[in-house]
């Protein structure tokens, strides 16, 4: 039989990414989509074909018609509990787009409601899928590196209005700014909140579950803006500092051209160094053996780890809970992380892991 999913608020562009995703699993069936604006979610019905039938504009009645196996759920970031909380006691798993929450209080609130219905809850990072971000982690992991001491991590994109599902490209208006979540701090908007959490969930998983200790972050607010396009956090771990950069305003975006910096990471060990950069087809390393470096071509990923809906669908089918990034453990780590960095840039100091 086919795994039901059901797709829950389109405030996320990357909703249509992952119902692109499980419409072309052959063994997921999407049954209903649902927002509170019809709008939102034409190119979705044109382009999986969803019959009238399965769309809705209310949540309840989404989830009591469909009866879905898991859900997608895509709500602004300060909503994520909200959802949640809503969803999970209709005994429905749970894939929640990046990032985890708005605060760790909020993940925590998912976390709790994700045990007290017995369903799955992960947190699906695109970086994750990427083939050069995991063949760094195997490089990592087999100790070609030696031990683990710092990770270098910036990204980001033109902005986020630049671009919708299947990363086409959009001309944002100054209108747009003003009414995009977004650009909103209590819907959770910023460069911070939007891609730090890719940096310190993805550094978290590098660094085997270790935390840091204490953090310090900067953010810019441009132009009178309610949220930063800018942040620099620096994390401090018993092994070293390691820096993570976000950035709403790159040159370029990676997907088409990487800007200068590039997006990516650079992980530095006892005995070597990894560069791994989003969307390229190789990695660079340099060893005790070859400290001139040599290039890797990326692994070839294969099912299920080629995205998330795979991943999450073998989870489901082997009874077994998410691992790594897309784990509630590992993000939530991420998580207090990103936490710190909000209350350190908003007290100009540094200040102990929080939560």
Known sequence: ???????????????????????????????????EDPARMQDAIRNFRIPAARVFTDVEACLEKTKPDFVILCPATARHAE??????????????????????????????????????????????????????????????????????????????????????????????????????RKLGGGSLLDYLGYGTTLGTWFHGGRKPTEVTAVTDWPNGLEVDEHSITIARYACGLSKFETRWGTFTDPWTHQPQ??????????????SSYDYEPTVRMQTRRKPEGE??????????????????????????????????AISRIGQQIVDSAVLSAKLKRTVKLVG
């Open 295 to 328: 290039v890797i071509r990326a692994d070839k990923l294969k099912p299920p780890f080629q995205n998330p809906i795979q991943y999450f669908v073998e989870c489901l089918r082997r009874d077994r809970p998410p691992e790594g990034p897309l784990s509630p």
């Open 261 to 274: 910096p590039k997006c990516g990471f650079v992980l530095k060990g006892s005995d070597g160094t990894i």
């Open 1 to 35: 039989m086919k795994i039901r999913v059901a797709g829950i608020n389109f405030d996320h562009f990357h909703m249509g990414d992952l119902l692109r995703m499980a419409f072309n699993h052959p063994q997921v069936e999407i049954v209903g989509i649902c927002d």
């Open 83 to 184: 959802y949640v909380e809503r969803v999970a006691p209709f005994r429905v798993h749970l894939l929640v787009e990046k990032p985890f929450a708005a605060s760790v209080a909020e993940a925590d609130r998912m976390i709790a409601a994700a045990r007290r219905s017995g369903v799955m809850l992960a947190i699906n990072w695109p970086l994750r899928w990427m083939p050069s971000h995991a063949t760094a982690y195997r490089l990592l992991s087999e100790g070609r590196i030696g031990e683990l001491q710092e990770v270098h991590y910036y990204d980001g994109n033109r902005g986020p209005l630049w671009h919708g599902a299947d990363k086409i490209e959009i001309i944002p208006t100054p209108a747009m700014k003003r009414k995009s979540w977004f650009y909103k």
